[in-house]
């Protein structure tokens, strides 16, 4: 299992940027699939996800601001980020889960100044 995230970088507050992670080794659709985060100081903690049979789930402080997409196909996952916040300056990491395993890319950095 590979996870390769990609599309980090920094942007000014209310802008937008676009995660992309291209997953290898395995098949999409039997995993839950989505991005974690990490800022300075605190716990990774999860950003959005797409459970294997299920619709996607959002953290409560990035509902409305972001949206989470799959392409099977493709064998990416998306993360498009809008209205962001100097608060949502962290790494940012690509996971995948299958019976109760975990895999994490590399993270990309997200940083939002002004």
């Not at 209205?83 to 790494?91: C, F, G, H, N, R």
Request: proline share 4%; with cysteine.
């Amino acid at each position: 299992v590979q996870l390769q995230a990609s599309g980090g970088g920094s942007v000014q507050p209310g802008g937008s940027l676009r995660l992309s992670c291209t997953a290898s080794g395995f098949v999409l659709d039997y995993y839950a699939i989505g991005w974690y985060r990490q800022a300075p100081g605190k716990e990774r903690e999860l950003v959005a996800e797409i459970p294997a049979d299920g619709s996607a789930n959002y953290a409560d402080f990035v509902k409305g601001r972001f949206a989470i997409s799959k392409d099977a196909v493709r064998r990416t996952v998306a993360l498009q980020m809008n209205s962001l916040s100097p608060e949502d300056t962290a790494v940012y990491y690509c996971h995948a889960r299958f019976r109760g395993r975990d895999y994490w890319g590399r993270g990309t950095q997200v940083t939002v100044s002004s």
